[in-house]
């Protein structure tokens, strides 16, 4: 097996990281019909595993679960969770063989063991479906030509492809079928059928491809999603506990703040979330984002270089054959940092706070959120692809931060965007390093407009608001954003 994109000519690379249609509502209103009636059978019962599976069932679909025997047996995690939730379970010979749709909701490192072995048990003609294409487009999996092959990939944790649904809404989701396994042409019938199924159509869905999926959610992930978040957090609790702030304020307004944050951000843009913000704070809080833009933008582009080229995906395969040393070395390591250990103190902050005492934030997001958006539209990611990847998801990252911490939200996203997410926190913290030391408690812990007289300059502060309207992610946001009749507002702490 060998790198799928790496293995095809440069006209094709360029076609397939293309493919990117929004797709109307009225290609939805099928509704689940192409799969009712079928059996869709889940291999794995974890993050997306669960959450998928309980809303295609709340959507009228036949679900069951295959674990691996020892999973069974062993009454595992992964056992409890289906059978808790009133799922038939079985092993890999008794359900895989009367699987319609067999759905690998396992970890990327184990979808070549786990494909190996279902592979010959999945009858004449079935379908098998991804969530993320890491297994077809970076390691080639190859699978039988009889097979259909498809993708349904909610850009969003599991935890919040269930909590989106159950608020009525859904989460933005790219759907493809691998050119190489459609034999039957049906691919993208079942795609939309099982997008409807989890909810995903009430928010966008895009017609992708595997490639464009994968070198898309891995930036984004390693980047401003994840990255990003743990970085800014941990620096700005840091900084807070310098400066002499109450650990436990700093603990909450840090735990909290990233969602309070970016909520306004999923309503209206990085606008809106800077609106939020006094006229002078915005200023500062625009003029520091421009100068962490070109700090980090070197970092934010050789992450995208790297996935690419195929270097990610290699170095980080290296280390699943090494046992994962550095994964976990590095889980431990955010484990044991100042932020994680310190509870949130027992103190109201009030909405508004959060903005006003932390703009350091708001400008780690703004230049975060740019920055992927850009460069994954120069590497060739079409813009509402990259919007989704970067602005969309970001308050779904945040509301796994906000319930426990960076531990939530490491356990929450999958093991690749685990390992990217410290790739990039390990490389950003000492680039910011003298960033951070002209940093002070105005910009995160105390109210920036405490002392200041709220004047500002008309034209600089036109200029600013232009600057934020016009960018690329705002003008592709405000359309996406449209089609999102049905969101709905999330409670904060
Ligand atoms: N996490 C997320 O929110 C997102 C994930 N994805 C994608 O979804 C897929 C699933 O990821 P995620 O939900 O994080 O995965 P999890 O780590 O949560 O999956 C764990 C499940 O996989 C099973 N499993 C682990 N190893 C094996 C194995 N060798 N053989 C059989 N079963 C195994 C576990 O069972 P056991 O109890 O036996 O260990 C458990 O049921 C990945 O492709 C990921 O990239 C896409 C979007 C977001
Ligand atoms: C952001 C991480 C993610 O890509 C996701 C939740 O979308 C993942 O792989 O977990
Ligand atoms: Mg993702
Ligand atoms: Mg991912």
């Not at 990281?17 to 192409?34: I, P, R």
């Not at 970890?107 to 969530?131: E, F, N, R, W």
Request: with cysteine.
């Amino acid at each position: 097996m060998s790198n799928y994109f790496n293995t095809l000519p440069l006209r094709e690379q360029l076609n397939q990281l293309g493919v990117c249609d929004f797709m109307d509502s009225a290609e939805f209103l099928d509704g689940v019909n192409v799969l009712k009636g079928k059996k869709l059978v889940i291999v794995g019962c974890g993050a997306q595993g669960l959450n998928q599976g309980l809303n295609l069932r709340d959507s009228g679909l036949d679900v069951s679960y295959t674990l691996r025997k020892e999973a069974i047996e062993g009454k595992r995690d992964s056992w409890k969770n289906a059978t808790e939730n009133n799922f038939t379970v079985g092993t890999y010979e008794e359900l895989i063989p009367t699987a319609d749709v067999v759905i690998n909701l396992t970890p990327d490192k184990q979808h070549t063991a786990v494909v190996t072995a279902i592979m010959p048990l999945m009858k004449k003609g079935a379908t098998l479906l991804y969530s993320h294409g890491f297994n077809i487009v970076e390691e080639g999996m190859q699978i039988r030509k009889d097979i259909t092959v498809i993708m349904v990939a909610p850009k969003c944790p599991g935890s919040e492809v269930r909590a989106e649904y159950v608020r009525g809404f859904g989460v933005p989701t790219l759907i493809a079928v691998h050119p190489e396994n459609d034999p039957e042409g049906k691919g993208l019938a079942q795609a939309k059928a099982y997008c409807v199924g989890t909810g995903g159509h009430r928010a966008g869905v895009l017609k992708s491809s595997f490639v464009a999926e994968v070198k898309s959610d891995l930036m984004g992930e390693q980047t401003i999603l994840c990255g990003l978040l743990q970085t800014g957090s941990i620096l700005s609790f840091d900084k807070m506990v310098e400066k002499g702030i109450d650990a436990g304020y700093a603990s909450k307004l840090v735990q909290y703040g990233v969602e309070v944050i970016t909520e306004a951000l999923k309503h209206g843009g990085v606008t809106g979330m800077m609106d939020r913000l006094s006229n002078p704070a915005k200023v500062k809080a625009f003029e520091i984002s421009e100068e962490l833009k070109n700090i980090m933008r070197p970092l934010f582009q050789k992450h995208q270089d790297d996935i690419m080229s195929g270097e990610f995906s290699s170095t980080m395969m290296a280390d699943w054959a090494a046992g994962d040393k550095n994964l976990l070395a590095w889980r431990a390591a955010t484990g044991e940092t100042a932020f994680e250990k310190t509870p949130a103190g027992d103190v109201k902050i009030a909405e508004q706070e959060y903005f006003d005492n932390y703009t350091l934030m708001v400008a780690f997001v703004r230049a975060g959120v740019e920055l992927a958006f850009e460069t994954m539209v120069q590497a060739g990611i079409k813009p509402e692809s990259a919007y989704y990847e970067s602005l969309h998801e970001t308050p779904l990252i945040a509301n796994t931060i906000a319930r426990k911490k960076l531990f939530e939200m490491n356990r929450v996203i999958s093991d690749t965007a685990e390992y990217g997410c410290y790739l990039f926190d390990q490389a950003c913290k000492p680039l910011l390093a003298d960033f951070m030391t002209k940093v002070d408690t105005d910009l995160v812990g105390k109210n920036f407009n405490e002392g200041k007289d709220g004047g500002v300059d008309n034209r600089t502060l036109i200029a600013i608001n232009e600057a934020l309207r016009t960018h690329e992610v705002e003008v592709i946001g405000t359309k996406l954003r449209k089609a999102m009749t049905a969101m709905k507002s999330i409670k904060t702490a």
